[in-house]
């Protein structure tokens, strides 16, 4: 299947912990990337390989990985954590790339 | 700095085309390949292809195969995506983003500004 699978929406309390996730058959094989987007901006990775972050991306995002499934982690979430967030990774043949449909999260 | 730089805001009927400009500035321009990223007003992102500058040889998403096409000009350090047969839900921004390999992964390190495309008669 080329098709990774997101949670539509997640919340998380301000200061707390939250996990997104992405499912995927090609996650067995190739690592997922992270992405934010707020409204009006351009994608920005957040996590990408095992779990490494660009330069100026905050420790508070962390990712990780088990069989099918990748993970997004904030820890001690901030108000400008709220954003869409979005996994990709190759497809299964390893030729293309695929989104995930996004996750919206909310810090309240 | 690493900057992409895309064309305007453009509206077209449907069943026309749209050609899409995204010019590198910053880095040598064939050392990445360039992908292209749909995304249709609230909602998410679409690959739709990419393309090798070095060599011009492309790869497109099979949603996208029959009416998606990816041309470079090396003169000028700019890649084009050109997508046909537009309907109304094309209407949507489209993305260049340019890639990197990063332990072993294919991440989307700088991306354009966004083209916004409306498809309306």
């Known amino acids: 299947s080329s098709e990774l699978t997101q949670d539509p929406a997640v919340s998380v309390a301000l200061g707390q912990t939250v996990t997104i996730t992405c499912q995927g058959d090609s996650l067995r094989i190739y690592y997922a990337t992270w992405y934010q987007q707020k409204p009006g901006q351009a994608p920005l990775v957040v996590i990408y390989?095992?779990?490494s972050r660009p330069s100026g991306i905050p420790d508070r995002f962390s990712g990780s990985s088990s069989g099918n499934t990748a993970s997004l982690t904030i820890t001690g979430a901030q108000a400008e954590d709220e954003a869409d967030y979005y996994c990709?990774?190759?497809?299964?043949?390893?030729?293309?790339?695929?989104f995930g449909g996004g996750t919206k999260l909310t810090v309240v | 700095q690493v900057q992409l730089v895309q064309s305007g805001a453009e509206v077209k009927k449907p069943g026309a085309s749209v050609k899409v400009s995204c010019k590198a500035l910053g880095y040598t321009f064939t050392t990445h390949h360039m992908h292209w990223v749909r995304q249709a007003p609230g909602q998410g992102l679409e690959w739709m292809g990419m393309?090798?500058?070095?060599?011009?040889?492309?790869v497109y998403a099979q949603k996208f195969q029959d009416r998606v096409t990816m041309t470079r000009e090396k003169s000028t350090n700019t890649v084009y995506m050109e997508l046909s047969s537009l309907r109304s839900d094309d209407t949507a921004v489209f993305y260049c983003a340019r890639d990197s390999i990063r332990e072993a992964a294919t991440i989307l390190d700088f991306w354009g500004q966004g083209t916004l495309i409306g498809v309306s008669s």
């Open positions: 393309i090798d500058p070095s060599v011009g040889s492309t």
């Open positions: 390989g095992e779990n």
């Open positions: 990709n990774s190759r497809d299964i043949s390893g030729n293309r790339l695929v």
